[in-house]
């Protein structure tokens, strides 16, 4: 459920201005139906907002990428693993990680 909708996954949707097609969903929509649909698949995230990144970040065993932080609410007991490694809780530890990274990207000159 995304935006208070409980939308079926497929290429048609109903919303409050009639039926649609995926075409009209907005790009962080599209995002979270690429994950569902394809777990095993690493997906850019980049265009999302806070309302999907909040779904996002509750999921388990996918594949996200981002180059940069993101500001949103991440749950408190959200597990999130950075490069098949590192993994961290919560928002606290997400913000220590960026941290970290920023950090090691200085000190290469990325």
Excluded: Q
């Excluded at 980049?46 to 996002?56: A, K, M």
């Excluded at 991440?74 to 490069?83: L, Q, V």
């Amino acid at each position: 459920m995304i935006d208070g909708r409980n939308e079926n996954i497929s290429e048609e949707h109903r919303n409050k201005y009639g039926l649609g097609t995926i075409r009209n969903l907005s790009s962080g929509c599209k995002t979270f139906l690429n994950i569902v649909k394809h777990p095993d698949n690493v997906v850019n995230v980049e265009e999302c907002g806070p309302n999907v990144l909040r779904i996002i970040f509750t999921m388990d065993n996918i594949k996200i990428f981002m180059s940069r932080p993101t500001l949103f609410d991440i749950p408190d007991d959200a597990k999130i693993r950075f490069n098949d490694s590192d993994i961290v809780t919560g928002g606290r530890g997400y913000n220590a990680w960026w941290s970290k990274e920023y950090a090691r990207r200085e000190a290469n000159d990325l």
